[in-house]
């Protein structure tokens, strides 16, 4: 796993070497506002992408400088969309979207990159789940909504809340373009390589399963195959 978090480490800083500018670096403390408005709900377990801990952290910082101070921890307000850092959860700060590009979470061994897509979405953190590189990419957020559930119960009406998770899927094409996946059933990913070279690849992948709906990993898999067909 270690040997993972180096590798990953490795790939995140190779962009911010190969664009590296003379102009001023910024410190880590320098991009950190005061979070002014947190609430229960903000800093609850349920909304954060890391429910039970908080984990340590790298940024890309928007002039391609890697940041980092391992006395912060970092989660990331799904709601909101919000970079959070703390060094002791009283005092709780936010990194503006503006000033970073990507970041490393990493915890027990393990590390996730997150990465702004610009012409998709500023403020969205999409995870990398495949860099493809010149081939096929695929990155995924999370949008959550909170669901209200009314009903009678003893003479009065109850509305509790449930917090649901809405996964969505960017398939970046080797051509720079992309597409956006909600539901991981064959008619929607078959549309999405509509008029695409590799269309024929999708259905072979696709036919060689009975599965009507597919999960995370089946489409990770799809875009595995293609990587290895796509020259």
């Not at 947190?38 to 890391?50: A, C, E, T």
């Not at 799904?78 to 970079?83: A, C, D, P, Q």
């Not at 990419?137 to 009678?152: A, D, N």
């Not at 909600?182 to 009975?210: Q, W």
């Amino acid at each position: 796993m270690k040997r993972l978090i180096s590798s990953t480490l490795l790939c995140f800083a190779i962009s911010a070497m190969l664009h590296a500018q003379e102009s001023e670096r910024p410190t880590f403390a320098s991009i950190l506002t005061p979070y002014l408005f947190p609430s229960d709900v903000s800093l609850s377990g349920k909304v954060l992408l890391f429910e039970k801990e908080w984990v340590k952290g790298k940024l890309l910082t928007a002039n391609n400088t890697v940041v980092s101070n391992d006395s912060f921890l970092f989660n990331y307000d799904k709601i909101e969309r919000r970079l959070l850092a703390t060094t002791d959860f009283n005092k709780i700060f936010e990194i503006d979207w503006r000033e970073f590009k990507a970041v490393l979470f990493y915890s027990h061994d393990t590390g996730f990159v997150f990465k702004h897509i610009y012409p998709l979405s500023n403020k969205d953190l999409f995870q990398v789940l495949i860099n493809g590189n010149e081939k096929y990419s695929l990155y995924k957020t999370v949008h959550m909504k909170i669901v209200k559930e009314y009903y009678f119960n003893t003479g009065s009406f109850r509305v509790p809340e449930r917090y649901l998770d809405l996964p969505e899927y960017c398939i970046l094409f080797p051509n720079r373009e992309y597409r956006i996946i909600h539901l991981l059933k064959r008619g929607p990913i078959e549309r999405i390589f509509n008029l695409n070279p590799d269309y024929l690849k999708v259905s072979e992948y696709l036919n060689a399963s009975t599965k009507s709906i597919y999960d995370e990993e089946d489409l990770k898999n799809l875009i595995k195959y293609l990587n290895k067909e796509t020259l």
